[in-house]
Structure formats: structure tokens, C-alpha cells
């Protein structure tokens, strides 16, 4: 293992420097600065079995790839008693069991000891600290966007809310943001599925503190801070001056419902931004003007410029569709709706509005998206005049597209759309097998290449009851306004 023992052997910026005489005589600064990668905001919210938390998570040590860990579920008792002298004997009640499962496989994040070398030549870190820092966070990641997914794949009509009583997502307008009418709605409905609120804290007394949660990214609960009625109760109902949760912006509480607030991060790697309840990407390859279908790529960077690691990212994963593996044979399923999405020029504000067919539009798994339809200034092909419930209009819309440019989940009244999600004890549960991140490595050409990573064996998913529903959790789906741009209010 000669290369890996001489740069772990190597202590100062010098040395470091010494393997590459491009690096004499630069200046870098010690920081790593890492863009966030909005890893884990879930990671609060787990505890094991019998924690009260929202997530559980449970370790099966027996368990291998593919495998599957059991969770039981019973019901609780129903009969209606025997009165007065009504013979008991033989009228037990007999308890209906089942169980629910989470689906684990091997899941492995991994990067080459060469970029490692870079990091640690221009920084002066250490190989464990760069390791830890970009495979962690990574791997953080992949499991909370799992467990959101799952969340929103497993909703129905049973859990699922909407600002106006919008029946669909299409039917979103403009104005269907997050209000405290849609809010309330879920937290009762999520009373009456028979969900208990989740153990979240401490009160000042040590009792434990027990909540509903409420998350949502900023821009989808930004409307509940401009709402008279929630504001107005921030004021009068809780401590006055500036440890208020009006101005600290800590977490409210909401009719006995805690309400997490996610600053969600659009980093700067090719990978998906944004989340699974806020599906967001950034143009890959330049759109130019055609009137056939075409494959619209993400990323921020050319596919040419990727290479043969474009294969390694999937930008397009949160959209609504996608195919999204949660292990190698487990998948999220296949989707014949229509959807909707915008580019948006972020030099002029122009945008345009492209139409796709469910999971059969992805490449593999989300790398990109086969259009349908795309709006056009006149009809030819797949260029249509009118797609959705919007017709061209030369003051907004565009049909060119440099590298850059934002991409949006709309629906077809233009309006972007996300989610949110209400929940208590015991929504959902975390499973891990044999391995539990553990940090890994390879070594290639006689020990001379090197390279780390984390590999765990998990899975995720949400509980059911002995009916096969899921009734720890509500999704709101909601329009959103997005920061910076103009869009028509339809």
C-alpha cells in the first residue's frame, strides 16, 4: 500500500504539496468548504423501538442484502361486551394480527483516494476528516430522501390533503399554498387514522414533550408565516420579545403540532437538488429549439463535460414518476400520469413548460427526462401551442435554454407544487442488517490505488396497520411560490 502509507505518513500542507509540484508556492485555505447537502433532516426524529420518536429504526443483525425485516401489528379490542347475564365464556375476542415489512438492501458510497489526495493537498486535512465529511454526509442523505420518498409513495386517498379541497394536484392554483384551514384538517384527520403524537423533547419539568410534526420547506411554509391567524397566536400565546418563535424562527407549536421549518439547500454537485418534497434540478446539456421529442439532461453540466460519470448521478430522482430504486430489485413502481415541468432562463426570467409521461419518460432511474410535449410559438410535432391550461405567450416564454438554467415540478396550471408532511410516534421505520456504515475501501495495481467509502445494509418505509394502511402520516400536497422568479397566476 505504498501511495496510501506515504500520504497518511505525510503531516504539514508541505508534504502534501510535495507530491504535486503544481501545488509549490499556491496559497489554499485549510477549509473544506462543502456545500451542504441537506443531510439528515430526519436524523432528530429516529429512535429505536419504543422511543415514541416518528422514525424507528431497528437492526436486524441476521439480516443479509434483499432480505426483509418484519415489523407485527395487532388490533386493538372492538367487541361490544356481553351484558348482564350474558354467558362470557366463549365469546373471547380474538386479536387480528399482521405484520408489515421494510425491504433492505446493500447500499455503497464511494470515492477514489485521488480526489481524497486533492482535497488533502490543498487543504491540509486529514484523509479520515475529508473521508468522513464527503461520504457521511452523502450517505445522510441518500437515507432521509429514502424515507421521504416512501412517505409519498405510500400516500392515498386516505392521507392525503389539499388546500381547497383541490382533488388533484393539476387542479393546484396559484393561491393554494399552505394555509391553517389545510393544516388543521391534517392534524385532525392524523388524530382520527389514530397516529399519537411523537416524543420530541423535554419539558422544563423533564415529562417528556409529546407533538405532532409538521415538515416543510421554507418556501412551502412561508404562507403559514404570513398567515394572520398563526402569526397573531406566535404573538399573544407564547413568551414576548425576541425569544419569540416569530423572530427566532424556532420551532411553533400548532394545536399540539411542532412545525419544522427545512431551509432546503440546492447544492452544486451534478446529483438531484432540492428534495423529494420539493423536486428541483438544473439543466444539464443546452435546450435548443425542435419540434420532436427530445431528453432533457441535468446536472448544471454538459454530459460531454460528466463523461463517463454522468452514469453516477441522478438529478431527476424527486420528480413525480420517477422509477426511484430503493435497492437493487426494489423499486418505487411504474407511473402512466402526465407531468409537468418549467425551465427557467435565470438571466431573463423566461421559462417553458414541457409535459412527460410518468416512470417510462426516465433514463435509468432518473439520469433524464423524455418529453412529451414542449410549449411552442407554433404547433409541429411535439411543439404545441397550448400545453396544460397555458398558451404561449412571446412576453414569458422562450424556447432556448443555456446550461444552468432552473428546472421546476409544475402542474398544468404552471404553479410549482410540493409537499408536506404531518406526522407522530412510529410513522415509519428504519431497518439496517448485517452491516451498518461501515467504512470500506479497495485497493487496485498492487496496493498503489486506493479507494474509500461507506457501505451499509438498510431500507425504509412506513408502518401499516392489519388492513395494509398507513395511518402514522398526512401529505399535503400545496402550491408554492418560487424565490426570485415571476410566474402566471392561474
Known amino acids: 500500500m505504498a501511495g496510501e502509507t506515504t500520504l497518511v505518513a505525510a503531516q504539514t500542507k508541505t508534504q502534501y504539496r510535495g507530491l504535486n509540484s503544481n501545488l509549490i508556492g499556491q496559497a489554499f485555505d485549510a477549509l473544506l468548504d462543502v456545500t451542504k447537502s441537506n443531510s439528515n433532516i430526519l436524523a432528530q426524529l429516529q429512535g429505536s423501538m419504543g422511543d415514541n420518536k416518528p422514525f424507528v429504526l431497528k437492526d436486524d443483525l441476521s439480516k443479509g442484502a434483499k432480505d426483509t425485516v418484519h415489523f407485527n401489528v395487532g388490533t386493538s379490542l372492538g367487541q361490544a361486551g356481553r351484558r348482564g347475564t350474558q354467558v362470557a365464556v366463549n365469546?373471547?375476542?380474538?386479536?387480528?394480527?399482521?405484520?408489515?415489512?421494510?425491504?433492505?438492501?446493500s447500499l455503497r458510497v464511494v470515492v477514489g483516494w485521488n480526489e481524497i489526495t486533492r482535497v488533502v493537498a490543498t487543504t491540509g486535512q486529514s484523509w479520515e476528516e475529508v473521508y468522513a465529511q464527503l461520504v457521511g454526509e452523502r450517505i445522510g442523505q441518500i437515507e432521509q430522501e429514502d424515507m421521504l420518498m416512501r412517505m409519498r409513495q405510500r400516500s392515498g386517498g386516505l392521507n392525503t390533503l389539499r388546500p381547497g379541497n383541490r382533488t388533484s394536484v393539476d387542479a393546484l392554483h396559484y393561491d393554494d399554498t399552505l394555509d391553517t384551514l389545510t393544516l388543521n384538517r391534517a392534524i385532525t384527520t392524523l388524530g382520527t387514522l389514530g397516529a399519537k403524537p411523537a416524543t420530541i423533547g423535554k419539558m422544563s419539568g423533564g415529562m417528556p414533550l409529546n407533538r405532532y410534526v409538521c415538515l416543510g420547506s421554507n418556501t412551502a411554509l412561508e404562507p403559514i408565516w404570513n398567515d394572520p391567524t398563526f402569526t397573531q397566536s406566535l404573538l399573544h400565546a407564547a413568551v414576548n420579545g425576541p425569544t419569540n418563535?416569530?423572530?427566532?424562527?424556532?420551532?411553533?407549536?400548532?394545536?399540539?403540532?411542532v412545525i419544522k421549518r427545512w431551509d432546503i439547500v440546492n447544492h452544486d454537485n451534478p446529483g438531484a437538488i432540492g428534495s423529494t418534497i420539493q423536486p428541483q434540478a438544473v439543466l444539464g446539456d443546452p435546450i435548443t429549439t425542435a419540434s420532436t421529442t427530445f431528453t432533457v439532461s441535468g446536472g448544471g453540466r454538459t454530459q460531454a463535460s460528466l463523461s463517463t460519470a454522468a452514469a453516477l448521478y441522478k438529478p431527476f430522482e424527486y420528480f413525480y414518476g420517477c422509477d426511484k430504486l430503493f435497492g437493487e430489485n426494489i423499486s418505487y413502481g411504474s407511473d402512466s400520469a402526465v407531468y409537468y415541468f418549467l425551465v427557467i432562463d435565470p438571466t431573463d426570467g423566461k421559462w417553458c413548460m414541457y409535459s412527460y409521461v410518468g416512470s417510462g419518460a426516465f433514463g435509468s432511474n432518473g439520469n433524464n427526462i423524455t418529453i412529451t410535449n414542449r410549449l411552442a410559438a407554433s404547433a409541429s410535432g411535439a411543439a404545441v401551442t397550448t400545453l396544460?391550461?397555458?398558451s404561449w405567450d412571446a412576453s414569458q416564454n422562450k424556447e432556448a435554454f443555456p446550461t444552468g438554467s432552473l428546472i421546476v415540478q409544475v402542474n398544468a396550471n404552471v404553479v410549482p407544487v410540493g409537499d408536506v408532511f404531518v406526522f407522530g410516534a412510529d410513522a415509519g421505520a428504519k431497518a439496517y442488517g448485517q452491516v451498518k456504515n461501515k467504512r470500506i475501501k479497495q485497493l487496485t495495481d498492487y496496493d498503489a490505488l486506493v479507494g474509500y467509502g461507506v457501505h451499509t445494509i438498510y431500507g425504509a418505509d412506513m408502518r401499516q396497520d392489519t388492513l395494509g394502511n398507513y395511518r402514522g402520516f398526512m401529505r399535503i400536497q400545496c402550491a408554492y411560490e418560487l424565490p426570485g422568479f415571476t410566474l402566471p397566476q392561474l
Open 245 to 257: 418563535a416569530y423572530w427566532t424562527g424556532d420551532l411553533p407549536d400548532w394545536r399540539g403540532t
Open 91 to 105: 365469546y373471547e375476542e380474538p386479536l387480528f394480527h399482521n405484520s408489515w415489512q421494510v425491504q433492505i438492501d
Open 388 to 390: 396544460g391550461n397555458w
